[in-house]
């Protein structure tokens, strides 16, 4: 049976983790790496940690906060944010990163999925997607625009075309972020989340949009995803990683670990 992960994102903003309601309106919600430390023990069985503003500022991502979570955490981790190349992508992995997430950058240049899995191996090459919903037409037809630039730059790209073709070139796992469901804790996209989970043979993290824990359940059922992403509910709205599996667990959703295991 497939076990449902659960992941935490921290979006990090100048050395702090930040969080905000469809990219906008963000607030300094802590220090990432003992934040990160604190949802590993736990039970979060991944971490993100996304730096939100180093390809604005044309800088490379955080190496000495991406080294300082290699020694504090015990669960694998992805880096995301000012990745410009391969050489980006091997000093985050060489200070500890277990893989690195593509955005943008993949956008405008999609052989660096090709260039990152022959380099490293697809099991390191997130493809990081932001989508928004635009209703069906030929250029989308599945309905959903992929955007980058934290949401402010339509690329005219259909997500679940792009979708196929980034694990074509070397994506080994998939973000999906609901650029319409971020931050507002009322459940994820599931319509998205499924096309894409039916389309592509590599993992699907389904992101933006909880608040509750029937959220997950919804978009492990109906939407098919193989993980979860979560961020308000664990940073503000006071629910823990055990407790959010212990709800899985009750609805009927095999996820890893127990009680005993990796828990404060």
Not at 175 to 191: P, S
């Amino acid at each position: 049976m497939l076990l449902r992960r659960l992941i935490v994102c921290l979006d990090v903003r100048n050395g702090r983790v930040t969080k905000g309601v469809r990219f906008q309106g963000n607030v300094d919600v802590g220090d990432p790496v003992e934040m990160a430390a604190r949802y590993a023990a736990d039970g979060a069985d991944e971490l993100v940690f996304y730096d939100i503003t180093a390809s604005a500022e044309r800088r490379a991502c955080d190496l000495e906060m991406v080294a300082r979570a290699a020694r504090a955490l015990d669960v694998p981790f992805t880096v995301g944010g000012g990745i410009r190349g391969v050489e980006d992508m091997h000093a985050a992995l060489l200070a500890g990163a277990d893989k690195v997430s593509l955005n943008s950058l993949a956008v405008r240049d999609p052989e660096i999925l090709t260039e990152g899995a022959r380099a490293f191996g697809r099991q390191c090459v997130v493809l990081g997607m932001d989508a928004r919903r635009v209703g069906g037409s030929s250029a989308c037809p599945s309905g959903y625009e992929v955007v980058i630039r934290g949401g402010r730059e339509p690329t005219g790209r259909d997500a679940v075309a792009w979708a196929r073709e980034a694990v074509d070139r070397g994506a080994g796992e998939i973000c999906l972020n609901a650029i319409d469901t971020d931050g507002v804790r009322q459940g994820y996209e599931l319509d998205i989340t499924r096309r894409i989970s039916e389309a592509v043979p590599v993992p699907v993290i389904a992101s933006g949009g909880a608040g509750a824990v029937r959220h997950l359940v919804d978009v492990f059922r109906q939407g098919g995803a193989d993980a979860a992403l979560v961020a308000s509910m664990v940073h503000t709205m006071g629910f823990t990683c055990q407790g959010i599996k212990e709800g899985l667990r009750a609805a009927g959703i095999p996820v890893r670990g127990g009680t005993e295991v990796g828990h404060a």
